[in-house]
């Protein structure tokens, strides 16, 4: 507010006795005590506060922080697979997961609704392919919060046995977020015939288990977007001696350039297995192998020995 002093009021006087005062005179008062009394009011702000500074917005609560994960399309984030009981060797060996996260929010999977199988008995057996989903970030974080949360796996231990079953396969979740890079394993998820004292946490992991097979119902929801069907580059091919009568014709050795040395078996120990390219695995002759096949019988180079050969797709993260 200016210093600049209110000049007085002069009243004229007319032939001896003022003049009739306008009505106005008391307003214009009124009107400069409430400009000297907003300016009062303005030269004085509140602690804190800058004088004729916009006063700041309320505070808001606080977003939760997201949960941190790799980004790589390669990086797995989460994933979900279940192996073993009581299966023949040649089905083991082409068992691929059942959901499998990746970083840039690609999702692998095989879908519920389709058949385990495809042929017989007799001849190679074919498993459909696998499918491929895109999640947003928000789809990525929801998601990730219903597993380490809701399912169990930010207090999980490392393995859960069940010694009231037998010949049942070991699920097993992988999980890269939330500062958390653990593999947790479980024997006979979803069978629990003994409550004991992990019947709570094994409950939460079977429910997590469930939405991560049938991860077609996700996708039927809108919680991500179908992209179409995987095409492996490189399978994983398993070679297992028989020794027994092939329940087909085994076909001739199909690769010129190496033989049954070059499948070496892992250092974990199993059968000799060998990373093929998708050319050398269609040299097999078997059609439909994109989702993995087995049961196919092959002889070795010279004729002396029969093989069933598996093949199993390799994912993205795996050996090159």
Known sequence: ??????????????????????????LLALSLAAVVAACGTAASPTPGQTAGATPPPSATPAESPAIEHPTGERDVVLRFE????FVPPSYFATQVPYFSLYGDGTVIYRPAAEPALEGDMIGPLRFPPLHVAR???????????????DGGLAEAAPRYENQMVADAPTAVFTVHAGGLD??????????????????????QMASLGERLRAFDQEVAAGRAAEVGRYTPDRFRATLIESGGQPSQAPRPWPWPTFGPDAFVSPPEGGFPTKTLSGLEAGLVGVDGIAGGASGIWITSPDGTKVYELALRPLLPDEAR
């Open 135 to 149: 999640m947003t970030e928000p789809e990525v974080q929801d998601l990730l919060q219903a597993a380490l949360v």
């Open 182 to 203: 653990k593999t947790v394993s479980v024997y006979a998820l979803g069978l629990e015939a003994d409550p004991g004292p992990d019947a709570a946490i094994r409950k």
């Open 1 to 26: 507010m200016s210093n600049k002093r209110v000049p007085d009021l002069v009243v004229p006087v007319i032939r001896g006795r003022p003049a009739r005062r306008a009505i106005g005179l008391p």
């Open 82 to 85: 279940e192996g073993g009981g």
